[in-house]
């Protein structure tokens, strides 16, 4: 199974980026699956989840109100949207596969590949 992340692009303060996470195969069950960044220097940290089973999701802080993550069921694939975007959402983003919500990257043994977004102010 293989995570397929995409969607990333370069936008301006303000703007909105939907990405997308998709399984090779049928990946996910009763898995959490969750959104990462990193950004330049900075260790990765957990930017929004989403439990397959019951769509029941979580946000940090920083990107609550403004982000929205959801999954199709039919397409085995995850999305993040983001609006209202900042400079300090610049980063490469991730999509994991995880047993149970957990806000450690450690915690997360399936990952896509990365797409990178940027915002300009």
């Not at 990333?8 to 959490?32: M, P, T």
């Not at 330049?40 to 397959?52: D, H, L, T």
């Amino acid at each position: 199974v293989q995570l397929q992340a995409s969607g990333g692009g370069s936008v301006q303060a303000g703007g909105s980026l939907r990405l997308s996470c998709a399984a090779s195969a049928r990946a996910f069950s009763s898995h959490v699956m969750a959104w990462f960044r990193q950004a330049p220097g900075k260790e990765r940290e957990f930017v929004a989840a989403i439990r397959w089973g019951s769509g029941r999701t979580y946000y940090a802080e920083s990107v609550k109100g403004r982000f929205t993550t959801s999954r199709d069921r039919a397409e085995n694939t995850v999305y993040l949207q983001m609006n209202s975007l900042k400079p300090e959402d610049t980063a490469v983003y991730y999509c994991a596969r995880g047993n149970g919500l957990a806000y450690a990257p450690a915690e997360y043994k399936l990952w896509g590949q990365g797409t990178l977004v940027t915002v300009s102010s």
